[in-house]
């Protein structure tokens, strides 16, 4: 019996997508909605390492696309934590559906 | 008795994997941001662990270095400086009113909840305030369920052009070289984009002296309407109480 | 590495370099040496302009292992943004006079409009992921530079979520691209994705347009565009309908012009996205009470007529001239009706369309200018909107999208009914408050009667540009 | 020499846009100079087409404009273009002299009968449809400023329907020019080259929706009767000198297209739906005549005697389209369809320049507030009978002369349509005699003087006095132009004659 | 030189324009038609050279010729129209008569136009034009408003009936471009257009001369100043339809309409005799006994005798405008035409009585003038055709001796008072009155042997037709005839019904006929107005009602996906699109405008699409997503299964 196959970690994949999407749609603090979308990010990479492994074990793009979406997720991390503290001092919220000013 | 070490790989990646679902589907049900923050943390240990299990040693551990350590922290760090609207009062709220329903979604926001141009009884509009998702489970549930059962179909089958050889190089020494020849732009260009995010972060961040002077209610009233833009002979539309 | 190669990316790294030094330079210059930084920015876009000079006319060719272009298309969209970020900071100097931030704006323009440059150049799957969060985490600050405002948490809070949350859908779709071609390279992407299997294609095509097509603004997935202009500030709202949005357009161009050349599906999946995105943008728009937010719109039907280029870049060898055409134009219509709109704002206090009432009188040059620059977005000749129009027009048509010509030209004829809504608020009402054009917006005023020079000068003898556009049009395919 | 008169105009629209605001008296006199210079080419124009009809295009000039688009800036003049050119400055100059006395936004009211009359010139001179549609859409645009800023109480609202209206059709019709560019190899948009192509002779359908697009834009400047609805409101609403401009030449706009474009572009297209196109011209013919009849305000009467009269243009363009253009009903459904373009131009410009005058004193245009007005002003009766004799088709003026063309050119090829068509020349004529009658004869009773109205135009009252001096500089030119065309139209008709033989081209 | 003849009368009316000729007029009137009489009698046979009307194709210019028949009608046109002016010296008001003899000229000149035009085209220009000038001189007096709206119903009434003829005329212009010798030369080629061509023309000849059905013009033509009455409505305009007759006669001699205009032409005349007969007043019975006359005319037309038709065109040119002036006269005394209030002027010395005794006899057919033989000639042909025609001719010379009789009793009275005027202010009137009166009788009497067989004169060869011997038979049936009718005529109390009295009074009903018309047309039109103010907005507005429905059907879509409050929002948008279409109905009327506003409302219903909620917008790219997922989950199906 040999290891998981691709297949396996692309399906895994697919689920933490599921599930990033998942709390992407439901949640209602902003904070929980940047969480969904790192879990999207991982599945992503996640994918993407699986490719590496199995399709191009050679080409090590694959490992520099995964530092680049790490890059990408920090970043947007850093620039997420500004924006929630620069929103929560001034609307004393951070539940996205409270801004519903801009609109029509 | 020889172990399989295909079985081996197949339980590890089935209780890594098992975890990282698990613990990301988790973060989504827990009524506390804490407890999410961590769920998430565990989910992407988990990954860091199939990153191993897959050779990727050098970004098992920048997983745990990056995402495991900086980017939960962070998370961790928003949480605490904002009120933890769920938490355990909520927990305890739950329980006692007898709230039927999987952790959040014990709360869910009650149906026409954002509805404006309505009054409604107090102990709904403490519902719609107190809810913990948003009005749009019915739709994210079949879109997340939808998605994810064909999404797995798709790529569960076996059209992808896998090669049975392994990595022949470490994977530090041509990364690196790769990040300094051929991507050096995207080297230089993480580097810009971390610093315009730091940037982005402090400029947004910082605490400004009139802060709270002309910080906004909460949820803004249903009185003081917004909507500057109204067709003639419409200003009745809404507030028909 | 040869250094040739970096001496084609002297340009970025100079605007790097003098981002940074803005930013360190940025804290002393509060108070009365204001401009400091924004003079410095324009200052340093103006040599990267010089840089970037010894690129024209040379021969298509791909630096850094063939992760980045340098062709005519590149360098064309290097021009365009540093056009844009000068007019942009002419402005944004005056209407943020005195917010706290001020002087770290210009470099985040700069830092956002060097994400867009090298964006437009990106080959490589990592760097057009890459360069697009750049583009966008740069822009955070600027939609709220101007903390107070109301609008502005909102703003910057749908735009950040939206726009990560499609980063990392595309990301997911990057990634099943790359298992299926076991390449990041778009442009020897195109032979492998030929009889690969239709089912991931189209998924990961989809997920990775859908990354485009949020700075696009292209329905569905504009939904993020009006609520963010309309909260920020009209420069940076000008900034944004520009600078990401040619940026992203040209990477789509790109990848559709290599990558995804084989597939014969996606014209016709772009001529409805384009289709649907010009009715959305103008019926939306038909009855805003704010100008931001009617220009947002605007902008989100413009971004659907240059889809219509788009849909037949490789059907038709005029349509990335009309593309880059069109685009000149919009930059020169677009971003100075925007940059009125900040400078009422800034005068009378909002931006609602009553504010512009009696324009016509008390700011004869202004109004007149803003007339043209609504009238040319409507694509009433002799202005270059409409050459630009009609050039997106001949390709689709030729191309074999007639129906989608004849939905964009009745999108045309509803269109000029809410430009025209801003032009009979100018011309024929009256008001009372005179307009105070303060000698502090002399540069703006600048910036938009330049803008509205070029759009009659251009409709007028669009050869010259025309010729440029020609010029600008080829791909550095491998 | 044509680049001048074009752009001439536009130079002292911007020559004017430069002169500080008290220097009125030189603002009008740059302005009717330039107005009248162009008069003066286009009457160099007119006689050089009279002297050699069958000259074909003249004057030529070329110049490359967007040559990757296959446009360039073609102009020449022949004896279609040359006698709209000529009616153009002249009624431009008869604004600007009725306008004389105006103060109101003088600048910009100069500047953008200015620039109309560029846009009016090009639309004339071009031979290339890329830049035919540029002059095209230029025209409209200091129209909308007009209507709205100087207009009447709903101005802005029939502005803005105009804009609308004329401006979906003119995208209608730019469709049809592209599809016609793209049915020829190379793609051009250079209109001999088209013409000679004879682009989609074969595919019916394709020839058969662009000629519906073309007609849609044509017609809708025209007007057709389904596409009208916009041309009472922006003329009840305009002040005179737009609503001179606008029917005395913008509608003509219409039915030139359809002669120097989609006729001859479009032949067999044409042919194949000369019957449908020429039923909606009858409709039009009496549908107009019939509403008209129904109005009580003067000035939306004689807008909708413009629907009716510019259905004979349509009618005549049938003609040619179900004769063939070079047979003999053809050409003189043609000739008569221009000729009636001019004589409508020269007519309804008076009958608004009249109305106009009429409110100047009365602040009302209501027909049933007058009576017995010709003893208050025998000459302003007697030149206004002149016109509307003359647009009721009465022999020896020049609307009979095109009218006359028209039936016979019509009655040649589609005969029962012409045969109906009649029956609104008979329901003008009742509704001119009754108008003729109500305000002109009977016992005197006029409005109060004073109750100046907002029609009270530029604010000036002129009070219960005949004509004028200038308002006969303004009036006689026209009304002495309707007599001489309709006494000797033959100069003039030969020289249409030899445009409308080379028109299909050599 | 020919040009003279029309163009001397038509510079005078010009200069009527001029402020300072307007005293010299009427004397430069008067001179210049003169003059012109000089020259067409001078000029007899020639022609002019083709004015090139319209330069396009060959169509017939507007050339003059000078032929026998055109030199013999412009002649008596000029006569006539020289007495009339001379009597307007005295009729019109001073002031007026500027203007006055401006008109006269203008129609005098367009008139010899028409005598003596060379083409359809000309002749159809200057028929227009002289009912144009018609309509200016009924209406010459401004302030009547109901000589106005005579001048309206004539003017229209010929005009309608021109519409046909114009058609003809556009169709002969492409058959047969140029002049009258080239029409003749088409006609008889066969073509089965020349038929209809010139049942076209006779259905404007019916309207000019006031023959059935458009007779009623005329009798309401008489509210017009007497002279204008004389001169047009009954000496020249009107008979320009039988002058078209005679002109064209090869024309409608290769057709078998010849039966029809006989119908035409005798019906007319029974139905105008009888309405004479029933008539109070005098302008009104010489109208319609030109109604009669012309109808003779037209009858020998159609009985092949068109040298007839012009003789007795000439003739009563001469005696019906006679008794016009004369009326005219009485009429002014009276200061009405009502012939129980003429009595009182007729009572009074005067010339009146003796030149209308003169008048009527030539009128009523009895052998003192040159109208004699020409009727006798019509009769005498109708014989030798066929009994109908003849015993309606008959008929007709029995009412017309009976009217005219009978007009004289209500007059005169049988009282003979006569002598001479002495009033000195009017002698032009009376002089000119009875310059014509003379001219008939002495013409008659001077050239009636020359005359006696006038079908075998040169006029009678010049126009062609049939030739028709005098037969004794025939005249003496004339005037056993005409004398009945003067018999009947004079006895008083021959009045018939009331209620048919008065029938006929109307024109049997005709007059009532026009004016009901005249509302229906008026209301029909009324109703257009209304259609396109409302039931053809409606059009557009449905157009945008089915856009609204289906933007409203698209977003039910939308609104069931999104969450209940933008649903909510939309159909109060909805509502509210409803509420204020309804409000806007009575103002806002035009469709377009409703169009324009069903998009406003498109636009402001579903700009609400966009809540302001990120989780909504979230949703949405959510179900994109979904969407792409769900399509490619689908080919990824069909390719696994091949």
Redesign the interface.
């Known amino acids: 019996m040999s290891g998981p196959p691709l297949q396996a970690y692309l399906v895994l994949g697919a689920l933490l997508f599921g599930a990033g999407l998942w709390a992407i749609l439901t949640q209602r603090g902003a904070v929980m909605v940047l969480m969904g979308i790192e879990i999207v990010m991982n599945a992503a990479l996640l994918t993407i390492v699986a490719f590496w492994r199995f399709v191009t074990p050679d080409d090590f793009g694959a490992q520099v696309f995964y530092l680049i979406g790490v890059t990408i997720g920090a970043a947007e991390m850093a620039a997420g934590l500004g924006i929630m503290l620069f929103v929560y001092r001034r609307r004393r919220t951070q539940q996205i559906d409270a801004f519903r000013q801009l609109r029509h | 008795m020889t172990v399989d070490p295909g079985l081996v790989a197949w339980l590890v990646f089935g209780l890594l994997g098992g975890i990282s679902v698990a613990a990301a589907v988790g973060m989504t049900i827990t009524m506390s941001m804490y407890r999410a923050g961590l769920a998430l943390m565990i989910s992407f240990l988990a990954l860091a662990g199939l990153f191993f299990q897959l050779g990727a040693d050098l970004l098992g551990l920048i997983q745990v270095m990056m995402n495991v350590a900086g980017m939960s922290l962070m998370i961790l760090f928003m949480v605490m400086l904002m009120m933890d609207p769920g938490g355990e009062m909520m927990w305890d709220m739950a329980r006692q009113m007898h709230m039927p329903g999987i952790g959040a979604y014990k709360m869910g926001m009650p149906p026409g909840g954002l509805t404006e141009g309505e009054t409604r009884e107090p102990e709904a509009q403490m519902m719609v305030d107190m809810a913990m998702s948003t009005g749009q489970v019915r739709f994210a549930l079949p879109i997340s369920v939808v998605s994810t059962i064909v999404l797995g179909f798709i790529v569960a089958r076996p059209i992808w052009p896998t090669t049975l050889s392994v990595p022949s190089r470490e994977a530090v020494d041509v990364v690196g070289e790769l990040l300094l020849s051929k991507y050096m732009i995207a080297f230089e260009g993480a580097a810009l984009l971390i610093v315009s995010g730091i940037v982005a972060a402090v400029m947004l961040g910082r605490r400004e002296s009139d802060d709270h002077e002309s910080a906004q209610p909460a949820i803004p009233s249903v009185l003081d309407d917004p909507v500057g833009p109204e067709p003639p002979g419409t200003q009745h539309r809404a507030h028909t109480s | 590495m040869p250094p040739a190669d970096l001496l084609g990316i002297a340009p970025e790294l100079w605007l790097l370099m003098a981002s940074m030094a803005l930013l360190a330079v940025a804290p002393f210059t509060r108070g009365r040496r204001e401009g400091t930084t924004t003079w410095g920015a324009i200052a340093s876009l103006l040599i990267a302009l010089v840089l970037a000079a010894p690129q024209l006319g040379a021969a298509p060719q791909r630096i850094f292992g063939g992760t980045y272009a340098l062709d005519p298309l590149a360098l064309f969209v290097k021009l365009f943004v540093i056009a844009a970020a000068i007019l942009v900071l002419l402005a944004t100097r005056e209407r943020l006079r005195g917010a706290t931030h001020a002087v770290t704006v210009p470099a985040l323009v700069l830092m956002s409009s060097l994400g867009a440059m090298a964006l437009a150049a990106s080959v490589d799957l990592v760097l057009i992921a890459l360069f697009l969060q750049v583009t966008a985490v740069a822009s955070y600050g600027l939609v709220g530079a101007l903390k107070h405002e109301p609008g502005a948490q909102e703003a910057t809070l749908k735009f950040f979520l939206f726009a990560a949350a499609t980063g990392a859908v595309m990301l997911y779709g990057m990634a099943l691209l790359y298992g299926l071609t076991g390449t990041l390279d778009t442009a020897v992407m195109a032979e492998r994705l030929h009889g690969s299997d239709a089912a991931v294609v189209l998924v990961a095509g989809a997920l990775v347009l859908t990354g485009f097509a949020f700075k696009i603004t292209a329905v569905p997935l504009h939904w993020w565009a009006p609520d963010a202009y309309e909260g920020a500030t009209a420069p940076i709202s000008g900034f944004l309908s520009v600078v990401p949005k040619v940026a992203a357009l040209t990477v789509l161009v790109r990848v559709l012009f290599t990558a995804f050349a084989a597939i014969p599906e996606w014209p016709f999946l772009v001529a409805v996205v384009a289709a649907v995105t010009m009715s959305v943008g103008n019926l939306f728009a038909l009855r805003q009470a704010s100008v931001k937010r009617l220009l947002a719109y605007s902008t989100i039907a413009q971004a659907g007529y240059l889809l219509m280029a788009v849909a037949v870049i490789r059907l038709e060898p005029l349509a990335v001239p009309a593309f880059v055409f069109y685009v000149l134009a919009y930059l020169a219509m677009n971003l100075p009706a925007f940059l009125v709109v900040s400078i009422v704002e800034r005068a009378r206090g909002d931006d609602r369309i009553e504010r512009f009432n009696g324009l016509a009188d008390t700011a004869p040059a202004l109004a007149a200018a803003m007339a043209l620059l609504l009238l040319s977005l409507a694509g009433v000749p002799p202005l270059v909107g409409f050459i630009g129009k009609v050039a997106l027009f001949i390709v689709a048509m030729s191309g074999g999208f007639t129906w989608l010509v004849v939905i964009a030209a009745a999108n045309t004829a509803i269109s000029i009914y809410y430009y025209l809504r801003i032009i009979a608020a100018m011309y024929f009402d009256r008001s009372d408050a005179p307009l105070e054009t303060r000698p502090q917006a002399v540069s703006t005023v600048a910036a938009v009667l330049l803008g509205a020079t070029a759009t009659v000068v251009i409709g007028i003898f669009p050869l010259v540009f025309f010729g440029f556009s020609i010029a600008s049009a080829p791909i550095v395919v491998p | 020499m044509i680049s001048l008169a074009i752009f001439l105009p536009l130079a002292a629209g911007l020559l004017i846009l430069m002169l500080p605001e008290r220097r009125a008296t030189l603002m009008r006199s740059i302005a009717l100079g330039a107005a009248l210079i162009t008069l003066g080419i286009s009457a160099i124009f007119v006689a050089d087409v009279i002297r050699t009809?069958l000259g074909g295009m003249r004057f030529g000039e070329r110049l490359?404009?967007?040559?990757?688009?296959g446009s360039s800036y073609v102009v020449g003049v022949d004896g279609l273009s040359a006698p709209l050119m000529a009616l153009t400055a002249l009624l431009t100059a008869a604004v600007f002299i009725y306008s004389w006395r105006m103060t109101e936004h003088l600048r910009a009211w100069l500047f953008l009968f200015l620039v109309l009359e560029t846009g009016l010139f090009g639309v004339f001179a071009i031979q290339d449809l890329?830049l035919f549609?540029?002059?095209f859409?230029?025209s409209?645009?200091p129209m909308?400023?007009i209507i709205?800023?100087w207009g009447e109480a709903e101005?802005?609202?029939a502005?803005?329907?105009f804009?609308?209206?004329t401006?979906?059709g003119s995208?209608?019709m730019?469709?049809g020019f592209?599809?016609l560019?793209?049915g020829v190899n190379p793609?051009t948009f250079d209109l001999a080259t088209i013409v000679a192509a004879h682009p989609y002779a074969r595919d019916a359908l394709a020839g058969g929706l662009i000629l519906l697009a073309l007609v849609l834009g044509f017609g809708v400047k025209l007007p057709i009767v389904?596409l009208h609805?916009?041309l009472p409101?922006a003329h009840v609403e305009a002040p005179t000198g737009g609503s001179v401009l606008l029917a005395g030449v913008l509608l003509k706009l219409g039915g030139y297209g359809l002669i120097r474009i989609a006729l001859p572009a479009l032949p067999s297209a044409f042919a194949a739906w000369a019957w449908p196109i020429g039923i909606v011209a009858v409709v039009s013919i009496v549908?107009g005549a019939?509403?008209a009849?129904?109005?009580s305000d003067l000035k939306r009467m004689i807008a909708f005697t413009s629907v009716n009269h510019m259905g004979y243009v349509l009618l005549g363009v049938t003609a040619a389209a179900a004769a063939g253009i070079g047979s003999?009903?053809g050409?003189?459904g043609l000739?008569g369809a221009t000729l009636q373009m001019v004589s409508h131009g020269l007519i309804t410009g008076g009958l608004f320049f009249a109305v106009g005058m009429l409110q100047d004193r009365a602040g009302t245009r209501v027909i049933a507030r007058f009576s017995?007005l010709?003893?208050a002003a025998p000459i302003y009766a007697?030149l206004v009978a002149v016109l509307f004799?003359g647009s009721l088709g009465?022999?020896?003026l020049s609307g009979?002369?095109s009218e006359?063309?028209v039936?016979?050119?019509a009655?040649?090829s589609v005969g029962p349509l012409?045969?109906v068509g009649?029956?609104g020349?008979?329901?003008t004529?009742?509704?001119f005699?009754?108008v003729?009658?109500r305000v002109?004869?009977?016992?005197s009773r006029l409005p109060a003087e004073g109750a100046l109205a907002p029609g009270a135009a530029h604010g000036r009252s002129v009070g219960w006095s005949d004509l004028g001096r200038r308002e006969l500089l303004v009036l006689v030119p026209l009304v002495a132009l309707v007599v001489v065309i309709g006494v000797?139209?033959?100069?003039l008709?030969?020289a249409?004659?030899g445009a409308?033989t080379l028109l299909s081209g050599r | 030189m020919l040009w003279l003849v029309p163009g001397l009368p038509l510079l005078v009316a010009a200069s009527a324009f001029l402020p300072q000729a307007r005293t010299s007029v009427r004397i430069c009137a008067i001179g210049a038609l003169a003059a012109a009489l000089a020259v067409v009698a001078a000029g007899s046979g020639g022609r002019t050279d083709d004015l090139p009307w319209l330069a396009n194709l060959q169509i017939g210019g507007l050339g003059l010729r000078a032929d026998q028949v055109a030199t013999a009608t412009a002649v008596v046109v000029a006569l006539v129209a020289l007495a009339v002016l001379g009597y307007s010296l005295g009729y019109v008001e001073r002031a007026d008569q500027p203007r006055f003899f401006g008109g006269m000229s203008f129609f005098v000149g367009v008139m010899l136009v028409l005598v003596l035009a060379d083409s359809l085209l000309g002749i159809f220009m200057s028929w227009e034009l002289v009912g144009a000038a018609s309509y200016l001189l009924i209406g010459f007096r401004r302030d009547d408003a109901q000589a106005q709206a005579s001048a309206v119903t004539a003017f229209l009434v010929t005009r309608i009936a021109d519409l046909a003829f114009l058609a003809g005329l556009a169709v002969a212009t492409l058959a047969a471009p140029g002049d009258l010798d080239a029409l003749f030369a088409w006609s008889r080629s066969g073509d089965a257009r020349v038929p209809v061509v010139a049942a076209l023309i006779l259905v404007g000849v019916a309207g000019k001369s006031a023959q059935l059905p458009f007779s009623a013009w005329l009798p309401q033509a008489m509210r017009g100043p007497t002279p204008v009455s004389a001169l047009l409505h009954s000496a020249t305009m009107v008979a320009a339809g039988a002058f078209l007759l005679v002109r064209l006669f090869p024309l409608f001699a290769a057709t078998p309409l010849l039966p029809a205009i006989v119908a035409l032409g005798l019906g007319s005349s029974l139905f105008a005799g009888l309405a004479a007969l029933a008539q109070t007043d005098l302008k009104r019975v010489l109208a319609y006994s030109t109604i009669g006359q012309l109808g003779e005319m037209i009858a020998a037309v159609g009985l092949g005798v068109p040298a007839a038709a012009l003789l007795l065109l000439f003739a009563q040119a001469g005696y019906k405008a006679a008794l016009f002036l004369i009326a005219g006269r009485l009429q002014h005394d009276a200061g009405t035409t009502e012939m129980g209030g003429l009595r009182e002027a007729a009572r009074k010395p005067g010339l009146a009585q003796a030149l209308f005794i003169v008048a009527g006899l030539a009128l009523a057919g009895i052998p003192i003038s040159i109208a004699f033989s020409p009727r006798d000639a019509i009769l005498g042909r109708a014989l030798a055709i066929g009994p109908f025609p003849s015993i309606a001719l008959v008929a007709i010379a029995i009412l017309t001796a009976a009217y005219i009789a009978r007009a004289y009793r209500l007059v005169f009275g049988r009282r003979l008072v006569i002598a001479l005027p002495r009033a000195r202010s009017r002698w032009a009137m009376d002089a000119a009155a009875a310059a014509l009166v003379f001219g008939v009788v002495g013409l008659g009497i001077a050239t009636s042997p020359l005359l006696s067989d006038p079908l075998g004169g040169s006029l009678g060869r010049a126009i062609g037709g049939s030739s028709a011997p005098v037969s004794f038979g025939a005249t003496g049936l004339g005037l056993l005839a005409a004398i009945i009718g003067a018999g009947i005529g004079l006895r008083p109390g021959a009045q018939g019904a009331p209620r048919l009295t008065a029938w006929a009074r109307g024109g049997f009903g005709l007059d009532a006929t026009l004016a009901a018309a005249a509302l229906g047309a008026r209301a029909a039109a009324a109703a257009f107005g209304r259609v396109d103010a409302r039931s053809f907005d409606p059009i557009g507005e449905r157009a945008a009602h089915a856009f609204g429905s289906a933007c409203t059907a698209l977003g039910a879509i939308d609104v069931r996906v999104f969450d209940a409050a933008a649903g909510r929002v939309a159909a109060t948008g909805l509502r509210l699109f409803r509420l204020n279409d309804r409000g806007d109905r009575g103002v806002v009327d035009a469709g377009f405008d409703r169009a324009a506003l069903v998009l406003r409302a498109a636009g402001d219903r579903w700009r609400r699409v966009q809540t302001g909620l990120l989780e909504q917008y979230l949703v949405a790219v959510g179900a994109w997503l979904v969407v792409i997922v769900v399509a490619a989950g689908a080919v990824a199906l069909r390719t696994a299964r091949p």
């Open positions: 009809p490359d404009w967007l040559p990757p688009l890329l549609y540029l002059f859409e230029v409209l645009v909308y400023f709205g800023v101005a802005r609202q502005a803005l329907k804009f609308l209206y401006r979906a995208l209608a730019l469709l592209l599809g560019y793209l793609h389904p609805s916009w409101a549908y019939a509403v009849f129904a109005q003999a009903p050409r003189i000739d017995g010709w003893r007697t004799f009465l022999p020896g009979f002369a006359f063309q039936f016979a050119g009655l040649g012409a045969a009649l029956v020349v008979g329901i004529t009742a509704m005699l009754v003729l009658q002109f004869a009977g016992p000797l139209p033959g100069p008709v030969g249409i004659d409308t």
